[in-house]
């Protein structure tokens, strides 16, 4: 089993930008055995926090270090442009400005980094995300509306999209930008 191969064609796989996963790494013992660490840097470069994600079957997907969870990219995003919060790491790294939750939930030093900035939520189209989706609305905040996104870009039916599965799917390879997503975000409720 050459865990750094398997790594590598997960990364080519899931179209992840060569310069992004040469500053990922693999553990092959211990705790995240069988993982690919994700680090999140910040502008100086420095990790701050990592995830660990699964490459074959081993349950939970993702496994993030001990203590509190951090979004990935939080330190790297311009603050005046709006911000695309999504959740995971992978997903973000095809959305321009972008961070990811590394979930459904978030801090309250995640809450406090993201005050006074346009935010905009683009979770996955699962059942966990859509419940998410409606909370974030009912409280007037902004979400990706999959419905409209999927029947403009003619994608199938399914019962789980995320944004590295759309851009698989379509096979792009520039990421989204604000202008090109920013039609599928509402605050409305109905």
Known sequence: L????????????????????????????????????????DKEKKPYYFIGRSLYLNEPKYLGMEGEKKPYNLYNIQRDKPVICLEGPIDSLFVDNSIALSGLSFSSETEKHLEGLDVYYLLDSDPSGRKKSIDLLEKRIHVFNWYKFQKDLCLPRREKWDFNDVVLYLNKEEKFTFDELKKYFTNNYH
Do not use: S
């Open 2 to 41: 050459d865990i750094t191969q398997d790594a590598i064609k997960f990364c080519e796989k899931r179209k992840i930008n060569e310069n992004v996963w040469k500053t990922f790494f693999v553990c092959k013992e211990g705790k995240y055995c069988n993982r690919l660490i994700i680090p999140f840097y």
